[in-house]
């Protein structure tokens, strides 16, 4: 198990990371979600070395991680990139053995990933040769020729085609049901919500939520309530008491209530109103619990104590 | 996984991605063909260095032939004597290039003859011709008078020579060898130790830097990047020397001189403590920079280091190797590469003096890895622009 405990950095005046806190469990995918500039890429960083943090610290399975232990990790940057010169077998193979592979080993597992890419007669070009696309392939592959136990991949959506974003999926899932922990960053929230079980979301260098997904829908006080009445103008829904329109076009509504909504009378009013043809109560979607955790606070809580300084974030 | 294995798998990346590149190749052949034919190109323009031959015309004196060889060999020359049964025969010879130029003197040496050039007359070839049939009629005339021809021979004798304050044995050799070494390392330290500077860059370029830090450590990324080059740059100088002794000992022109075996072992040392030295502080000044823009002005504190430390060498050093300013350039790391191997070759270092400045320079070595692998941590990531020194060993503060 992958633990980020409390973990703070600052650059210069910039707060990177404000004691962010989760963990990522063997076998399942964790959707990493923050605004741009929350602190997604410096956390990865920190897990990988890459960066040191001011205060807090990662560990796996319950040590602090080292170079050793670093090696049985996978890693794609956010920040793509890979030696433009050198030829596509040879560089997995550099990478496999820098991630202790004999020389042997490497080259099996090589020769298995560009075949399971679908890049097989490749494996003597340059990487400067290959599609945009197909270097992104072999960037993901660099990250899993030793059969790493964690998958770090920042973004690895970003700039892929459907097909692409279809081989990522797959591949991602494919890891997980190995076993292997896989955290992943992105922006692409409907593509998250299919993908993980678990998601993890920063803003502002601190995590303000955390969970399975499932669970964080049913925690929520939100639902959603799509109704589809025939032969009524909405009118009726501007008598019922809590209720707030999101959208409403012709005979359809969507509208936002709380989960303690009384639905029999809804229905009823609904029914009354003219021909029911849909009524459905849905927990928010990912990118609605989203865009509610990462939401600036409007006021500074007026519970918070007064001794705390005021920090300056982004 | 070591990281002595983790620094070699560096080292080979570098060694035959750079090794097999078209370009290194290439300038390889270039400089290799370029020592060659240095070698060779003066040979068959001015022709091989064997004796001159001139011909002369039958019937000529008896002693003539020998007369010409014993002449031009007391002036240093070489020359060879072929004989022509008739003038004809010595003409189409000497129109043919056969012979630089035709001598024709009556077998009782009762004239002086003649002496037929193609073209030009040859000086040497005048005066070595004149003098041994000049000799020869004056021998002749003599023994006509009754002298006994002994007497002649030794009053011919030449004086012998002496020089008031002789050179030590072999000191061209040792001048020779402490100027190459000095140029050496500084053209080692300009090529090798900026490909260093370049290759950083480029890794921070292309941002393949991230996902090598991954898994390898800064300071062992440096010294695999340096070892790599060291080795990519000792071979290229290895075929460069191999290529000149070869040429140069087929065209008979190399007298291996007696150069003192310690000095040519210094060369090695310090070339490869110089490059280790230098390179290293390029690869770190690299890693601050973000464009190749940026890598030449980086660099430029190391460049002036050593060009001050090369004319010191060669300036101060070499006109006073046991001067103050010569001995406090030996314990400063970044001169010593340049300044022990001089006067080793001069023969003016005690052996401790070696053994400290080598030992300080190795510290110097480490503790740039050290101090540079930090550097080098905190800056590598950072792809905006040129990062300060300070920032960057901040950055990777634990």
């Known amino acids: ?314 | 996984m070591s990281r002595a294995r983790s620094i070699w798998l560096v080292a080979r990346r570098e060694l035959f991605e750079r090794g097999r590149s078209r370009g290194f190749i290439f300038s390889v052949l270039f400089t290799t063909t370029i020592i060659i034919g240095s070698f060779v190109v003066p040979v068959l323009i001015f022709g091989d260095e064997g004796p001159t031959t001139v011909g002369v015309v039958e019937p000529a004196p008896e002693q003539l032939e020998s007369a010409i060889e014993t002449t031009a060999g007391l002036l240093d020359q070489e020359m060879a004597v072929v004989k022509f049964p008739d003038r004809a025969a010595g003409d189409t010879a000497l129109s043919d290039d056969k012979v630089a130029a035709l001598v024709i003197v009556p077998a009782d040496l009762s004239s002086p003859g003649e002496l037929v050039f193609k073209e030009t007359a040859d000086p040497t070839v005048q005066g070595v011709v004149s003098s041994a049939i000049a000799g020869l009629r004056v021998n002749a005339a003599l023994e006509a008078q009754g002298v006994d021809p002994q007497t002649f021979v030794a009053a011919q004798a030449p004086p012998t020579v002496q020089a008031l304050e002789p050179p030590e044995a072999g000191s061209d050799t040792r001048f020779l060898i402490a100027n190459i070494g000095a140029v050496l390392i500084l053209v080692g330290v300009f090529s090798f130790g900026f490909t260093v500077l370049t290759g950083v860059v480029e890794e921070k370029q292309s941002r393949v830097m991230e996902v090598v830090l991954s898994t390898v450590l800064p300071r062992d990324l440096l010294m695999g990047k340096v070892l790599g080059i060291g080795i990519l740059g000792l071979v290229q100088l290895a075929v460069f020397v191999v290529a000149a002794f070869i040429a140069a000992s087929l065209t008979r022109e190399l007298e291996l001189p007696a150069t003192t075996p310690g000095a040519a072992v210094q060369l090695v040392v310090w070339f490869i403590l110089g490059y280790t030295l230098y390179s290293t502080a390029l690869g770190v000044l690299g890693a601050l920079a973000s464009r190749m823009e940026e890598a030449s002005n980086a660099s430029t504190p190391v460049t002036i280091v050593a060009m001050l430390s090369y004319f010191v060498a060669i300036f101060s050093v070499i006109s006073d190797p046991t001067g103050l300013v010569a001995v406090v350039a030996t314990f400063i790391p970044f001169s010593a590469p340049m300044v022990v191997p001089m006067r080793a070759a001069l023969g003016a270092i005690t052996p401790i003096e070696i053994v400290v400045s080598a030992a300080i320079t190795i510290v110097a070595i480490w503790v740039l890895f050290v101090v540079g692998g930090r550097v080098y941590a905190g800056a590598a990531l950072q792809t905006a622009g040129r990062v300060k020194l300070r920032d960057a060993w901040r950055s990777a503060g634990q």
């Open chain 1, 1 to 314: 198990m992958l633990e980020v405990i409390d973990l703070a950095k600052r650059y210069g005046n910039v707060v990177a990371l404000d004691g962010a806190t989760f963990t990522a469990r063997p076998g399942r995918i964790v959707g990493f979600l923050g605004p741009n500039g929350a602190g997604k890429t410096t956390t990865m960083r920190c897990i990988f070395g890459l960066a040191t943090p001011d205060s807090g610290e990662v560990r796996w399975k319950g040590q602090p991680i080292d170079r050793r232990t670093r090696l049985r990790f996978g890693y794609m940057p956010e920040q793509r990139g890979l030696y433009p010169r050198m030829r596509v077998g040879e560089q997995l193979g550099y990478f496999g053995q820098q991630h202790g592979l004999s020389g042997k080993e490497a080259a099996a597992a090589t020769r298995r990933w560009l075949e399971r890419l679908g890049l097989a007669d490749r494996e003597k070009s340059k990487l400067e040769e290959l599609s945009h696309g197909n270097q992104q392939r072999i960037q993901l592959a660099t990250a899993l020729t030793h059969d790493p136990e964690l998958l770090v991949l920042d973004e690895p959506f970003s700039g892929l085609d459907p097909l692409g974003t279809a081989t990522m999926t797959e591949v991602v899932r494919e890891q997980a049901a190995r076993g292997v922990g896989v955290v992943f960053s992105s922006h692409q929230l409907d593509l998250v919500e299919d993908v993980c079980e678990d998601v993890v979301i920063i803003a502002r260098g601190r995590i303000v939520a955390a969970g399975p997904i499932d669970e964080l829908k049913a925690a929520s006080g939100r639902r959603h309530l799509d109704i589809e009445v025939a032969g009524a103008d909405g009118e009726w829904i501007g008598r019922l008491p809590d209720v707030q329109v999101l959208e409403h076009s012709g005979n359809r509504m969507r509208l936002l209530v709380d989960d303690q909504v009384p639905l029999d009378e809804l229905l009823t009013a609904a029914r009354s109103a003219g021909e029911l043809r849909q009524f459905s109560y849905e927990p928010p979607r990912l990118s609605e619990l989203f865009m509610e955790a990462v939401a600036e606070p409007v006021a500074a809580p007026p519970a918070q104590p007064a001794a705390e300084p005021a920090e300056v974030v982004r």
